[in-house]
């Protein structure tokens, strides 16, 4: 059996050892101390990488809507593109200015997706 703490992942979230025996696992009351400042080591690891992930999740859904908006856009322009008319789109620079724009048909978008 295993008793180091500090394996990782394929992913680099640090593994926890599973512990069949808490008697074999300590085999003595002096290792007891050391062992559980490990597993308080490893709970901290887990509580970080667990707040990053829901902040990255956070940021990630926070960027849906201009994604939705973003993809109705171009499928605008597609369709008036198999028409063969321009496209007439009021786009977004920043949360308080929009632009007008008149696009010829075209078979290329470029996107800017932000940071």
Not at 30 to 56: G, H, T
Request: charged residues 30%; without cysteine; hydrophobic residues 35%.
């Amino acid at each position: 059996m295993t008793t180091t703490l500090s394996a990782k992942s394929h992913s680099g979230i640090p593994e926890s050892p599973w512990i069949e025996s808490v008697d074999v696992f300590l085999q003595s009351r002096d290792q007891v101390e050391p062992k559980l400042q490990e597993f308080q080591e490893l709970i901290q690891k887990y509580k970080y990488m667990e707040s990053q992930l829901v902040k990255k999740a956070s940021g990630l859904a926070q960027k849906i809507p201009d994604i939705d908006k973003t993809l109705m856009t171009v499928k605008e322009i597609q369709k008036k593109t198999e028409q063969e008319e321009d496209a007439d789109v009021l786009y977004e620079l920043n949360d308080t200015l929009k632009a007008h724009a008149s696009i010829p048909p075209t078979k290329e978008v470029y996107l800017w997706l932000g940071v």
